[in-house]
């Protein structure tokens, strides 16, 4: 199993960014893929999560920011967020989304970073 | 702020046991959803180390240990090692939130 994720993102406030996680090793749409990040010298926060049929599930702290999507045909996951603020800087990773929603296996994680 | 709490860091010399708590309440652990523990190493990617509240993937030494009574779980680590020093984070499902927090995180040192 790997989940292999796109590159570091420079983006200006209120910007957008679009962070993919393409998997493989295993049958893509029947788990859930879960996004996560972490601030800088800051605690990991879960963000969302999209399930085997497709629903998501979103924090209440960037609820209306973020959209997570899949294309199954490409066993890939994406993770949007939009109005983007210099608090949103942070490494973000996706992960997939075990029985009782650990993880495994995750992404290397990409570096988002927005600056003026 | 979770609505898991965590001590910020506990310590421990060479060979001793520590154990790190995350309290929660009615609406996640209490609510018997599986608290899992994670170890993230600085710079790293975090690793599972324990799941369901009791259970270790494989790989992991059984010197990790995970608990639950009530509303509260620990982690424990016997025969402290240096290469334990990290970042330790619980998770859970809350109800009332429809998502998986993570606990604010404890930073273990080994003195």
């Known amino acids: 199993v790997q989940l292999v994720q796109s590159g570091a993102e420079v983006k200006k406030p209120g910007a957008s960014v679009k962070v993919s996680c393409k998997a493989s090793?295993?049958?893509?749409?029947?788990?859930?893929m879960h996004w996560v990040r972490q601030a800088p010298g800051q605690r990991l926060e879960w963000m969302a999560w999209?399930?085997?049929?497709?629903?998501?599930k979103y924090s209440q702290r960037i609820q209306g920011r973020v959209t997570i999507t899949r294309d199954t045909s490409a066993s890939t996951a994406y993770m949007e967020l939009s109005s983007l603020r210099s608090e949103d800087t942070a490494v973000y990773y996706c992960?997939?989304?075990?029985?009782?929603?650990?993880?495994?296996?995750w992404g290397q994680g990409t570096l988002v970073t927005v600056s003026p | 702020q979770s609505v898991l709490t965590q001590p910020p860091s506990v310590s421990g010399a060479p060979g001793q046991r520590v154990t790190i708590s995350c309290t929660g309440s009615?609406?996640?652990?209490?609510?018997?959803?599986?608290v899992h523990w994670y170890q993230q190493l600085p710079g790293t990617v975090p690793k599972l180390l324990i799941y369901?509240?009791?259970n270790r993937p494989s790989g992991v030494p059984d010197r990790f240990s995970g608990s639950k009574s009530g509303t509260s779980a620990s982690l424990a680590i016997t025969g402290l090692q240096a290469e334990d020093e990290a970042d330790y984070y619980c998770?859970?499902?809350?109800?009332?939130?429809?998502?998986?927090?993570f606990g604010g995180g404890t930073k273990l040192t080994v003195l």
């Open positions: 009615s609406s996640n652990i209490g609510a018997n959803y599986g």
């Open positions: 999209i399930n085997a049929n497709g629903n998501t």
């Open positions: 090793g295993y049958t893509f749409s029947i788990y859930s």
């Open positions: 369901g509240n009791i």
């Open positions: 998770q859970c499902y809350d109800s009332s939130l429809g998502g998986v927090p």
């Open positions: 992960a997939r989304g075990e029985s009782s929603n650990w993880y495994y296996y």
